[in-house]
Nanobody, 126 residues
């Protein structure tokens, strides 16, 4: 079992920055690829960014590419999402997720992930 707890969300003006953290506990964190998803009101939960279990590979969807950066600290059992140049359309609940794997790859499908956090709210005002 892996427990995931997100933090770092909040209210920010358009153009501002936030850094989300996802602290993991339980089984060996390094054996898990990680992902960040978000869900806006009335919309489906969507993939935002993912990182491989060793951290050598990452992927960001086009709407956030160049503005968001996913990273992980294996020693701290934490994955981050640095969000810059935030836009009102980035407003959502952000979730981190973990997928048990030894493959050095990134997964974008919700169904691929084994564990989920409870989410943290990000609100961007215009």
């Amino acid at each position: 079992q892996v427990q995931l707890v997100e933090s770092g969300g909040g209210l920010v003006q358009a153009g501002g920055s936030l850094r989300l953290s996802c602290a993991a506990s339980g089984r060996t964190f390094s054996s898990y690829a990680m992902g960040w998803f978000r869900q806006a009101p009335g919309k489906e939960r969507e993939f935002v960014a993912g990182i491989s279990w060793r951290g050598s590979r990452s992927y960001h969807v086009d709407p956030v590419k160049g503005r968001f950066t996913i990273s992980r600290d294996l020693a701290e059992n934490t994955v981050y999402l640095q969000m810059n140049s935030l836009k009102p359309e980035d407003t959502a609940v952000y979730y981190c997720a973990a997928k048990g794997t030894k493959l050095e790859s990134v997964w974008s499908s919700r169904g691929a992930y084994d564990y989920w956090g409870k989410g943290t709210q990000v609100t961007v005002s215009s």
